[in-house]
């Protein structure tokens, strides 16, 4: 009795994942990878225009299934069932309108892919990396190192537009 209650709930699982799933195409030839990382390792390689699922989405990576691989690839590389087709077919056309695609009714679709920034949690597990802070500190130049490089590069100081009308000169100071 407990296998087959762990055999329906096993089976529930596989059919809440599979409908969770949505169908999409890779739009070049791609590598899935075991992380959501560019530099992780490459699990399966997969042709232009194949179908897979998409399981998970993390940021710009989301995981997919091809088959009985499962992998991350960037969001940008996949199109989504259902959000347009590929551009479309060419016409024998001559004129610049043609060549550009611009004919009346010629425009085909286009896709615009948001990935959000960092969230709380993210902020909340962030560490502060000294090695990159250092060198960023490194950067750091003086007033008269960067008035040296200016004078050597004939750059003069000008004025500069504030919002509000007032203006800022080359030491900061508000006019």
Same mark, same amino acid.
Not at 70 to 84: P, Q, Y
């Given at each position: *009795?407990? =296998?087959?209650?762990?055999? *329906?709930?096993? &089976?529930?699982?596989?059919?809440?994942?599979? /409908?969770? +799933? !949505?169908?999409?195409?890779?739009?070049? &030839?791609?590598?899935?990878?075991?992380?959501?990382?560019?530099?992780?390792?490459?699990?399966?390689?997969?042709?232009?225009?194949?179908?897979?699922?998409?399981?998970? =989405?993390?940021?710009?990576?989301?995981?997919?299934?091809?088959? =009985?691989?499962?992998?991350?690839?960037?969001?940008?590389?996949?199109?989504?069932?259902? %959000?347009?087709?590929?551009?479309?077919?060419?016409?024998?056309?001559?004129?610049?309108?043609?060549?550009?695609?611009? +004919? *009346?009714?010629? =425009?085909?679709?286009?896709?615009?892919?948001?990935?959000?920034?960092?969230?709380?949690? *993210?902020?909340? /597990?962030?560490?502060?990396?000294?090695?990159?802070?250092?060198?960023?500190?490194?950067?750091?130049?003086?007033?008269?190192? &960067? %008035?040296?490089?200016?004078? &050597?590069?004939?750059?003069?100081?000008? !004025?500069?537009?504030?919002?509000?009308?007032?203006?800022?000169?080359?030491?900061?100071?508000?006019?």
């Amino acid at each position: *009795m407990k =296998r087959l209650a762990v055999a *329906m709930c096993a &089976a529930w699982l596989l059919a809440a994942q599979c /409908a969770l +799933a !949505e169908p999409a195409v890779t739009v070049r &030839a791609l590598d899935l990878k075991a992380q959501p990382a560019s530099d992780a390792k490459t699990v399966v390689s997969l042709p232009v225009q194949s179908a897979v699922d998409v399981v998970t =989405r993390q940021g710009a990576w989301v995981q997919l299934k091809s088959g =009985r691989s499962t992998g991350w690839a960037k969001l940008f590389d996949i199109r989504l069932a259902g %959000s347009g087709d590929a551009a479309p077919a060419k016409k024998n056309g001559t004129g610049i309108a043609d060549t550009l695609g611009l +004919a *009346m009714g010629n =425009r085909g679709s286009s896709v615009t892919t948001g990935v959000r920034g960092l969230d709380a949690d *993210m902020l909340k /597990a962030a560490t502060p990396n000294a090695t990159e802070y250092a060198k960023l500190a490194s950067y750091a130049r003086s007033k008269e190192q &960067a %008035s040296a490089f200016a004078r &050597a590069g004939n750059l003069k100081s000008r !004025e500069v537009s504030l919002l509000g009308g007032q203006t800022e000169n080359a030491t900061g100071a508000k006019k």
